[in-house]
């Protein structure tokens, strides 16, 4: 196994490591000062000081890689390393077979052609070269974007430089529910629509979008349609002929693969085009220059394969969990809203409101627990989520949200500890909240009016 050959090498690294442990203090460097310190304590960094490492419920924001995952890839750090471009001998062969097979494992988990399927460094990158390349290409007759309002910040940006350009895009609201409303996407469009981009499941509330009615509209008025499915894939079934999509952005490490590695599905019949955003050695057929990582395609490739065999398994899995979440939260607390629809959306994504408490001192008291408060990109902001208000959700409640992600590794145990924590924090805050004290004797807090002095 490769897992072996690794152990070993690490053993001979850690012989060498103790070897140089001799050396003049002078000459070592100290860790930097924000680096994590663990002793017998605890762990501490960036201020904070927690027993442990905290549960992980962060699943939107990054998965860990599946050892399985791990395993396929190492042979391609250690003895199969060539270039896959490279033609010439051995190294480059093998190399290439591997990019190949990835390439065939993930076109098999969306019902793809493997030619369909050009690889990027990620979701991000994939949305870019989407939105951007194909309003560049068609840019004489196509000037317009329609987009919602709860995209991911890559997809809006990409939207917001087009307009800078001169182009022109409409964002369209969602209901309270999350869901884009069909007939006004219907009517948004105009003969010089060159694309219709809606995210597959959002990334922030998990709401899953009528992906199939939406590419009926699409191909009824023969627009391309792209989505975001970096939260969907692996995660719900995905086939790109029932949906009539053009094109797709994928990502490894939303699926238990390895970060840096993404992958745009481009429909071949009918035929998309897109104006490549690199250029250079005209690698994946010039859309995407530059050599092809072969360690990461071939993780995210066996990332796709096991998630064929488990995605039933995961879902089922996954559900139930989440109900435990929710109303093992629900049974001990008041004033508990879920985000989104509770319907249509992906179980593992779990959005919740707590009324009545201070959505930072919630965080910050909930350090044991790895969660956020919404997208990994926008997290360092202090404002309230802009998906949430797309929902209408009102500020206050949309301040104090948190977004609990359930994977293929979280257990009951860390379940049952996150609904310990979070009803102690939430109870902690409200016994120090004025305003939840006048909930409880009844008091319409939305009706006083406030004076300043």
């Not at 490739?301 to 089922?316: F, H, I, Q, R, S």
């Not at 309230?384 to 208000?389: D, G, I, K």
Request: hydrophobic fraction near 40%.
């Amino acid at each position: 196994m490769a897992s072996k050959l690794m152990a070993a090498i690490l053993c001979r690294r850690a012989s060498h490591l103790r070897a140089l442990s001799s050396a003049p203090a002078a000459l070592t460097t100290p860790p930097p000062a924000a680096e994590p310190y663990e002793d017998a304590t605890g762990i501490s960094t960036k201020g904070v000081k927690i027993s442990g490492r905290p549960l992980y419920l962060d699943v939107q924001a990054t998965s860990p890689v599946d050892p399985r995952v791990l395993d396929a890839m190492l042979p391609y750090y250690l003895s199969r390393f060539g270039n896959p471009h490279s033609r010439t001998h051995l190294y480059g062969w093998e190399s290439d077979d591997a990019v190949e097979r990835g390439r065939a494992q993930v076109a098999a988990l969306i019902n793809a052609s493997p030619k369909e399927i050009v690889f990027t460094s990620g979701a991000t990158e994939s949305n870019n070269i989407s939105i951007k390349g194909v309003l560049h290409f068609y840019k004489d007759k196509k000037r317009h974007v329609i987009t919602t309002q709860t995209e991911h910040k890559c997809v809006l940006d990409s939207c917001r430089h087009l307009q800078q350009e001169g182009f022109e895009v409409t964002y369209l609201p969602v209901h309270s529910d999350g869901l884009v409303d069909l007939n006004q996407l219907r009517a948004a469009i105009r003969p010089d629509t060159g694309l219709v981009s809606v995210m597959m499941v959002n990334n922030e509330i998990g709401v899953i979008q009528p992906m199939e009615e939406i590419g009926k509209i699409c191909k009824e008025f023969n627009v391309p349609l792209h989505t975001d499915a970096a939260q969907a894939l692996g995660k719900i079934p995905i086939d790109v002929e029932k949906i009539n999509v053009s094109l797709m952005s994928l990502s490894g490490h939303k699926i238990y693969g390895p970060k840096g590695i993404g992958a745009l599905y481009m429909r071949r019949r009918p035929r998309i085009r897109v104006e490549p955003q690199m250029n250079g050695g005209g690698q994946e057929r010039g859309i995407r220059s530059g050599t092809v990582p072969t360690p990461l395609v071939v993780g995210m490739g066996a990332a796709c394969e096991l998630a064929m065999k488990e995605m039933e398994y995961d879902e089922k899995r996954i559900n139930k969990l989440q109900e435990r979440l929710f109303n093992g939260i629900k049974a001990k607390l008041d004033g508990v809203v879920v985000n989104g629809s509770t319907e249509k959306r992906y179980a593992g994504n779990l959005n919740l409101s707590f009324a009545y408490v201070e959505g930072e001192s919630l965080l910050m008291g909930l350090k044991e627990v790895a969660v956020s408060s919404g997208s990994a990109c926008t997290s360092a902001s202090l404002e309230p989520s802009y998906v949430l208000r797309a929902l209408g959700v009102d500020e206050d409640m949309a301040h104090t949200s948190i977004r609990f992600g359930i994977g293929r590794f979280t257990t009951e145990a860390e379940i049952d500890r996150a609904i310990e924590l979070t009803v102690q924090q939430v109870e902690k805050l409200r016994d120090m909240s004025p305003l939840y004290e006048m909930v409880k004797e009844g008091i319409d807090i939305k009706n006083i009016q406030w004076t300043q002095h």
